[in-house]
């Protein structure tokens, strides 16, 4: 029995170390990915023009890198591109510009570009969740809950648009 309890330890340290290597495999090649794809969009609209796809896609990186200038600056370059995009892929690209100037603290700005992110697609309840949050950061707290209840409307069961408008509506009844 005494023998066996060593083996059983040392094979867990092992079980565990090798579990723990994969996973550092799997996250190294993802990052690679990710950077190669990054590099690639990079050069290409250096050297020329990109189509919105492309100008999000690149944006996106950036906005995982938390480089929001950068991506603002991609992503009105993917409207320029005069190309007719699916309203949609738009609204997309309008959350995500959104994104960028909340980041930035830029919350007028931020509030318009959700705004016209629903505008073309009503339904987005990411966009409806980040408006009404952008609202909560301008004290604006009956217009976060009024939004945050629309995407309620939308996806009853979306957890965020439930946890924040019960908050804010007990902050609402205690300051009255």
């Given at each position: 029995?005494?023998?066996?309890?060593?083996?059983?330890?040392?094979?867990?340290?092992?079980?565990f170390?090798?579990?723990?290597?994969?996973?550092l495999?799997?996250?190294?090649?993802?990052?690679?990915?990710?950077?190669n794809?990054?590099?690639?969009?990079?050069k290409?609209?250096?050297?020329?023009?990109?189509?919105?796809?492309?100008?999000?896609?690149?944006?996106?990186?950036?906005?995982d890198?938390?480089l929001?200038v950068?991506?603002?600056t991609?992503?009105?370059?993917?409207?320029?591109t005069?190309e007719?995009?699916?309203?949609?892929?738009?609204?997309?690209?309008?959350?995500?510009?959104?994104f960028?100037?909340?980041?930035?603290?830029?919350?007028?700005?931020a509030?318009?570009?959700?705004?016209?992110?629903?505008?073309?697609?009503?339904?987005?309840?990411?966009?409806?969740n980040?408006?009404?949050?952008a609202?909560?950061?301008?004290?604006?707290?009956?217009?976060?809950?009024?939004?945050?209840?629309?995407?309620?409307?939308?996806?009853?069961?979306?957890?965020?648009?439930?946890?924040?408008?019960?908050?804010?509506?007990?902050?609402?009844?205690?300051t009255?």
């Open positions: 029995m005494n023998e066996v309890l060593p083996i059983i330890y040392l094979s867990g340290i092992v079980i170390l090798g579990g723990l290597a994969i996973f495999l799997f996250q190294i090649i993802k990052t690679r990915r990710t950077e794809r990054f590099y690639k969009l990079q290409k609209l250096q050297d020329q023009k990109g189509t919105a796809e492309e100008y999000y896609e690149l944006a996106s990186l950036y906005l890198k938390k929001y950068q991506a603002v991609l992503l009105q370059k993917g409207f320029k005069g007719k995009m699916e309203p949609e892929n738009k609204a997309l690209m309008y959350n995500a510009l959104g960028a100037y909340f980041s930035q603290e830029q919350v007028d700005l509030i318009r570009n959700y705004k016209d992110a629903i505008k073309l697609y009503p339904d987005y309840v990411i966009a409806l980040n408006l009404a949050n609202y909560e950061k301008k004290q604006m707290i009956p217009k976060a809950v009024e939004t945050y209840e629309e995407t309620l409307k939308i996806d009853e069961n979306n957890k965020i648009a439930k946890r924040r408008a019960e908050l804010l509506r007990k902050r609402l009844v205690t009255q």
